[in-house]
């Protein structure tokens, strides 16, 4: 029962990222050469022809349209001071600025005094956790400039997190985990994760929705699930990057609202 449980469970997962993709070729119109075809599997597991999360990642002050309520709403929880670990979890479809809003709640200069410690793991498709691990280690101990192990490279997995662990234990921290695609990633990496009482955060982001009540569920914590832009704040933002925010001009407005509806109200497309 179990291992249909597991099967069943990847099936959804599988299922999740071909709609996606499917949905992502309708919305931009974008088709496939013969020869893209042949390689389409190993664009996808190389991070594809664009990578949103690393556009997210360089979106300017400007280009924030409709996410103050949400942005506000994370930072509330994050400073939250019950003493359990907390996980906060964002989902929803791709391109709705799950990353964006992360990255605005991570740098907020309120939640950098309230944290002792600060990292940000961007998790790919081809999760390595030995490697994981290793990422945040040096993100932490690189924060307080403190010399990390010498043996770090050639530790296992047991012996890195019992680094992480300890390291964790005496700090109050807040950990950011962007695109967590399963619920196993997320069973490996909470392993790592002490429950000190210090009132410590994770963020996630994931579109995979079992991941969210997973999480969730164990922690006692929250849920935000993201939402599509208006009408309005998406021809706000499409005229903002497009007319360096001056109003369409008349004989453009139906040309522009048509090249507009392409993008469904998603955030990153739009930009």
């Known amino acids: 029962m179990k291992a249909r449980c597991q099967i069943a469970s990847d099936i959804q997962d599988i299922k999740a990222r071909v709609l996606d993709i499917v949905e992502r070729r309708q919305r931009y119109g974008y088709k496939f050469s013969n020869s893209e075809q042949a390689s389409s599997s190993n664009v996808a597991n190389n991070g594809g022809w664009y990578d949103r999360r690393g556009a997210a990642l360089l979106l300017e002050e400007a280009n924030f349209i409709g996410i103050e309520k949400p942005k506000q709403q994370l930072i509330d929880w994050v400073l939250d001071d019950d003493s359990r670990l907390k996980v906060i979890s964002i989902v929803g479809m791709r391109g709705l600025g799950k990353t964006t809003i992360v990255k605005k709640v991570h740098n907020d200069l309120e939640v950098k005094r309230h944290f002792q410690s600060h990292a940000w793991i961007a998790i790919s498709q081809s999760f390595k956790f030995e490697e994981l691990l290793k990422i945040l280690i040096q993100q932490l101990f690189n924060e307080v400039k403190r010399p990390f192990p010498q043996t770090l490279e050639t530790m296992d997995n047991n012996n890195l997190k019992v680094v992480l662990t300890k390291f964790l234990q005496e700090n109050k921290y807040v950990l950011v985990l962007d695109d967590i695609w399963s619920i196993e990633e997320w069973d490996a990496i909470k392993i790592a994760l002490p429950n000190s009482n210090c009132s410590n955060h994770v963020l996630l982001t994931t579109h995979i929705g079992n991941v969210v009540s997973t999480s969730c569920r164990e922690s006692h914590g929250y849920i935000y699930q993201m939402k599509a832009l208006s009408q309005k704040e998406s021809w706000t933002l499409f005229c903002n990057k497009t ?27 739009i930009v």
């Open 243 to 269: 007319f360096q925010e001056k109003d369409c001009p008349l004989h453009l407005i139906q040309f522009s609202k048509g090249i507009l509806r392409r993008y469904e109200s998603l955030l990153l497309a």
